[in-house]
């Protein structure tokens, strides 16, 4: 099987420690509405990272690329729709 | 029928596993989202509220906590590339890390539930005079969290399995298989609570 080898995973275990470093002295700043957004976009790119390197998403091909987005995929369906109901009323 | 019957090769043994184990964890996927959009939908009805309300979580325990389950994917990661390559040793060396990362993490998980079941914040014995929707997000931090906790604890026990039966046997492509499956579910799982620490412990911080 073709994948990344143990270089890869601590250079993205390194890059994960260092956002979550960031994201803890960022909580501790007022940094008015940008707040919430960057403590989720560190994060959606810390998720990014464990399912492109720890979960080889980046590996992966064909079926299992399909498969594998199709949770995500479905959430963002329901997601839309839901806030769509929400905000609308 | 032997398994050689059904699969062409190695390769393709993997992928069939691979394609099952991501069914599933499009249900988990599915099970915790759920969940985060009902809190996200609550959120804005109760902004204020809520906010008040997750400033009185351990948010420094949390952000530890979150730096232990990133350590335990990391390892969990080496053990899938330990036994891909037949390193049996370091197989088990990684898996017994993963283990320990993560039974602490659920460790540091029951510390901070003493806590605010002191401070009056645990369901039963709610003694805390906050805004009426705090409760709600109370409910939705025990869900949240011991739901996840749950997964957890699920992983440790495959974990446990796994490092059993490469102790007690050879590395064969079925075992690689396991490892490579548990490997998907446990950082899954690590990601799920990548996104319940901003959501749970950071919204009352980030005005």
């Known amino acids: 099987m073709k994948g990344p080898g143990p270089r890869v995973y601590a250079a993205v275990y390194a890059a994960l420690m260092a956002l979550l470093g960031v994201t803890m002295a960022l909580s501790a700043v007022d940094l008015g509405p940008f707040g919430a957004a960057a403590a989720f976009s560190i994060a959606a790119f810390k998720a990014i990272l464990v399912a492109l390197y720890f979960m080889h998403l980046r590996y992966e091909r064909g079926l299992l690329a399909v498969f594998a987005s199709a949770g995500f995929v479905w959430l963002g369906v329901l997601a839309l729709l839901a806030y769509c109901d929400y905000l609308t009323r | ?207």
């Open chain 2, 1 to 207: 029928m032997p398994e050689e019957a059904i699969f062409e090769d190695a390769l393709e043994r993997r992928q069939a596993a691979a394609l099952g184990m991501w069914t599933f964890l499009a249900t988990e996927v599915l099970l915790f989202g759920a969940l985060f959009v009902a809190y996200a939908l609550n959120y804005h009805l109760h902004a204020d509220a809520f906010r008040e309300a997750a400033r009185r979580l351990e948010h420094l325990l949390a952000g530890a906590n979150t730096a232990v389950l990133l350590s335990s994917s990391w390892t969990m990661a080496m053990a899938v590339h330990s036994a891909a390559a037949g390193r049996r040793r370091s197989l088990l060396a990684y898996l017994a890390a993963t283990m320990l990362l993560g039974a602490a993490f659920l460790g540091v998980k029951a510390i901070e539930y003493r806590t605010e079941y002191e401070h009056g914040l645990f369901p039963g014995r709610f003694t805390w005079q906050g805004p009426a929707p705090a409760r709600l997000f109370f409910n939705f931090y025990y869900a949240l969290t011991g739901l996840h906790a749950a997964h957890v604890s699920a992983g440790l026990a495959a974990l446990a399995w796994l490092w059993l039966s490469a102790f007690r046997a050879r590395l064969d492509p079925r075992s690689v298989a396991a490892v490579e499956n548990t490997g998907l579910y446990w950082h899954l799982v690590d990601m799920v609570w990548i996104f319940l620490y901003p959501m749970l412990y950071l919204m009352g911080r980030a005005p």
